[in-house]
């Protein structure tokens, strides 16, 4: 089945740890893109990549870091300098020919806590 | 920079009745789509409306762009308790560079038999 896979499901972090959560997709899509959700507000883009190598910061980037190196995956790493993690991270990825025909497919999250 | 409001904020409904969310621009949009998401899941694309006016229907659902394309409201008919979740609107900038879509805070739906 083609899809949006993340991993872990849940996960939790130590004080002054980095985490790291991953994303794939085998749906072919080239841009791919990183989303916090926390209770009563939209999703904020974190992380977004167009291509293979490289990446563009979104509204709230600090605190968090990416790479993509392929383009079936896009990891987003929280380091320890995002002092309020806890949230519901949701990784997407679009089909789309131009820039505002982005529409988006999201995998089924990782919700993120501090120990 | 660009913001979407998005109300009310919480919405109960009896089943059987309908149901309606605004979602408000604070500048002109290229385009708007809806998402909803169900209880403990993840959004799922709903439609994009891209021009002045559209109005489309998707069974008991009706989806408006305002004429200025800086509004957009979502209308359910005679609501089901599968209708239940939160329902996004997230509006587009225009221009050529991806990213730029904005969600509005979202609507939840609960509907009680």
């Known amino acids: 089945d083609g899809g949006i896979t993340q991993s872990p499901k849940y996960l939790f972090r130590k004080e002054g740890q980095n985490v790291t959560l991953s994303c794939e997709q085998n749906l072919n899509h080239d841009a791919m893109y990183w989303y916090r959700q926390d209770p009563g507000q939209g999703l904020r883009l974190i992380y977004y990549s167009q291509i293979v190598n490289d990446f563009q910061k979104g509204d709230i980037a600090e605190g968090y870091s990416v790479s993509r190196e392929k383009k079936e995956s896009f990891p987003l790493t929280v380091t320890s300098a995002q002092k309020n993690p806890t949230a519901f991270y949701l990784c997407a990825s679009s089909i789309s020919d131009t820039a505002t025909n982005e529409k988006l497919f999201f995998g089924s999250g990782t919700q993120l806590s501090v120990l | 920079g660009q913001q979407v409001m998005q109300i009310p904020q919480y919405q109960h409904v009896q089943e059987g009745e309908d149901f309606t969310t605004y979602c408000n621009s604070s500048t002109t949009l290229s385009n708007i789509q809806w998402y909803k998401q169900r209880p403990g899941g993840h959004p799922v694309f709903l439609i994009q409306?891209?021009?002045?006016?559209e109005v489309k229907k998707q069974k008991r659902l009706t989806f408006q762009f305002g004429e200025a394309k800086k509004n957009s409201s979502l209308h359910i008919t005679a609501t089901q308790t599968t209708d239940v979740g939160t329902y996004f609107c997230?509006?587009?900038?225009?221009?050529?560079?991806?990213?730029?879509?904005?969600f509005g805070q979202g609507t939840i739906l609960t509907v009680h038999p």
């Open positions: 997230a509006g587009h900038a225009g221009g050529t560079s991806y990213g730029k879509l904005t």
């Open positions: 409306l891209v021009k002045s006016g």
